[in-house]
């Protein structure tokens, strides 16, 4: 109980800030203004629903997941565990989400992409979903709608939902380029390199008032630098080395994790290079390895990071709005 108080009362305190005129970006900066001033609206939200990294559950932080949220229409990118109730703790309305992107095929990243649409269409989705991720996306949708066919047919029959198949409508892509394009957004992917998951892809989102890029899961990756270049926010996964070796040693497949670790990942320092070449004007550190206890804290993460970016620079944490 005294948990869920505490988080109503984060949530308000979050809101109230944000009505006041404050920057949430800037007090995760340390930086506050030292006037009130009323905000000027913007049409796109960024939240960051999940920051960790890892397939295993961390006390501290929830999987990886983002809402962007153009005029009240919501997309997703990734579906972590507990995608759903980050977007509730959030106060997202879950009927609004109408398009959801998988950056690549690890259980870190697609978890919840079923389980996602499933209990929103519980809540009050009644909308058609277009959903876009590497393949077998088309197939994981449609095994996922068998595996739960009993609970949606009973629910269509005994509270007269409808039925949720045909508002679910997978692409599997394959291919960097635009993805799609509607009247609030044009989404554009680059391949970038996650081995050995393949195809793996950064999402960039080009909203009425600023650009946004997901890197999703990768190595330092010329296509996610070109991708960026210019863009107004950049959500990077970051790895923190001289943590990462002490994880690693309590590990029985040691050798084989910091192998992946290493060949996958992009570490403190060349995010921050990648960032500056990019020439983005915002940085936002998400997807933390390690992660856990005993927590890593942002002053550390910022100070491997900052000598090789000059720009803004956000520690990332679950349901931060920028």
């Not at 957004?185 to 909203?207: G, M």
């Not at 210019?230 to 497949?253: C, F, R, S």
């Not at 060949?263 to 983005?280: D, L, P």
């Not at 997807?287 to 000059?310: M, N, Q, S």
């Amino acid at each position: 109980m005294q948990e869920a108080d505490e988080s109503r009362i984060d949530l308000r305190r979050r809101r109230l800030l944000q009505t006041a005129g404050f920057s949430l970006g800037a007090i995760a900066c340390g930086v506050l203004p030292t006037t009130l001033r009323a905000a000027p609206a913007s049409r796109s939200r960024l939240i960051l629903l999940g920051t960790a990294g890892g397939p295993t559950p961390k006390p501290d932080r929830s999987a990886p997941a983002q809402a962007i949220v153009i005029d009240g229409v919501i997309y997703v990118i990734d579906c972590g565990n507990g995608v759903a109730r980050q977007m509730v703790k959030a106060g997202l309305d879950l009927g609004a989400i109408r398009q959801v992107f998988i950056t690549h095929q690890h259980s870190d990243h697609n978890a919840d992409y079923g389980n996602l649409l499933w209990l929103a269409w519980a809540a009050k989705l009644h909308t058609r979903v277009d959903t876009w991720g590497p393949p077998p996306l088309s197939e994981m949708t449609r095994q996922f709608l068998a595996m739960n066919d009993y609970d949606i047919r009973t629910r269509i029959s005994d509270e007269g939902r409808p039925p949720l198949a045909p508002l679910i409508v997978p692409h599997d892509i394959t291919q960097g380029g635009v993805v799609m394009q509607d009247e609030r957004v044009k989404v554009t992917a680059a391949l970038v390199e996650h081995p050995p998951v393949t195809p793996a892809f950064a999402y960039r989102f080009d909203c009425p008032d600023r650009s946004i890029v997901i890197s999703g899961d990768t190595r330092p990756s010329e296509h996610l630098i070109k991708l960026a270049h210019g863009a107004d926010v950049l959500v990077h996964e970051v790895m923190y080395l001289p943590a990462l070796e002490k994880l690693i040693a309590t590990e029985p497949n040691a050798a084989r994790l910091r192998e992946h670790l290493l060949a996958s990942h992009t570490t403190t320092e060349q995010v921050g290079r990648i960032a500056t070449e990019a020439g983005v004007k915002t940085l936002v550190l998400s997807h933390f390895v390690p992660g856990g206890y005993p927590p890593i804290t942002d002053e550390v993460w910022r100070d491997a990071v900052a000598p090789h970016f000059k720009g803004r620079l956000i520690v990332g944490h679950d349901l931060l709005e920028i």
